[in-house]
T-cell receptor, first 113, second 115 residues
Framework: DGGITQSPKYLFRKEGQNVTLSCEQN?????MYWYRQDPGQGLRLIYY???????QKGDIAEGYSVSREKKESFPLTVTSAQKNPTAFYLC????????????FGQGTRLTVV | GENVEQHPSTLSVQEGDSAVIKCTYS??????FPWYKQELGKRPQLIID?????GEKKDQRIAVTLNKTAKHFSLHITETQPEDSAVYFC??????????????FGQGTILTVHP
């Protein structure tokens, strides 16, 4: 069953702790993305990667880190430096190229308690 | 980088009416123009897209029109139904250049269809 999978679906974190969100795809896509979505808000780009071992900051990278050691995986770490981490996080992937659809995971809802 | 704006930010219509959402972009090199639909609590999914060599594309009740000169494209939904209620996003993309891999979405339009 092909697709993009995020885990966990819900995540609770204590203030001051780092937490890592998982994103795995078996679509053989080159590009992967992380977005943050706040209630009633749009999709804001955190980080993206076009190739293994390379990634670029998006529009709101502060307080986040990523790695791309494998083509299939693009984990996102929300660090304690992120001042307002409670949000819905979406991972996406696509082939590189202009005429390419993006596929999304089901999202992870992170709550800081 | 690409500046993407959607209008309106919210749209409320009666069932059966038409709805139009406009997306304005800044990058003249953009040549792929998709629209995504996100239902409450779910992931965004592609509903229709258009390439730069086409001015209009229809798929049943939805259509997308493109004006490359003015750098905007629009989503048209006819005979709206309550299940069309969702958030709609545009995400214009370019073929190459320094921002090649970046995928920027508009801020979204919340469409509510009242029965």
């Amino acid at each position: 069953d092909g697709g993009i999978t995020q885990s966990p679906k819900y995540l609770f974190r204590k203030e001051g702790q780092n937490v890592t969100l998982s994103c795995e795809q078996n679509l053989n896509h080159d590009a992967m993305y992380w977005y943050r979505q706040d209630p009633g808000q749009g999709l804001r780009l955190i980080y993206y990667s076009q190739i293994v071992n390379d990634f670029q900051k998006g529009d709101i990278a502060e307080g986040y880190s990523v790695s791309r050691e494998k083509k299939e995986s693009f984990p996102l770490t929300v660090t304690s430096a992120q001042k307002n981490p409670t949000a819905f996080y979406l991972c996406a992937s696509s082939m590189l190229g202009a005429n390419t659809e993006a596929f999304f995971g089901q999202g992870t809802r992170l709550t800081v308690v | 980088g690409e500046n993407v704006e959607q209008h309106p930010s919210t749209l409320s219509v009666q069932e059966g009416d038409s709805a139009v959402i406009k997306c304005t972009y800044s990058d003249s090199a953009s040549n792929y123009f998709p629209w995504y639909k996100q239902e409450l609590g779910k992931r965004p999914q592609l509903i229709i897209d258009i390439r730069s060599n086409v001015g209009e594309k229809k798929d049943q009740r939805i259509a997308v029109t493109l004006n490359k000169t003015a750098k905007h494209f629009s989503l048209h939904i006819t005979e709206t139904q309550p299940e069309d209620s969702a958030v709609y996003f545009c995400a214009p993309r370019r073929a190459g250049g320094t921002s090649y891999g970046k995928l920027t979405f508009g801020q979204g339009t919340i469409l509510t269809v009242h029965p």
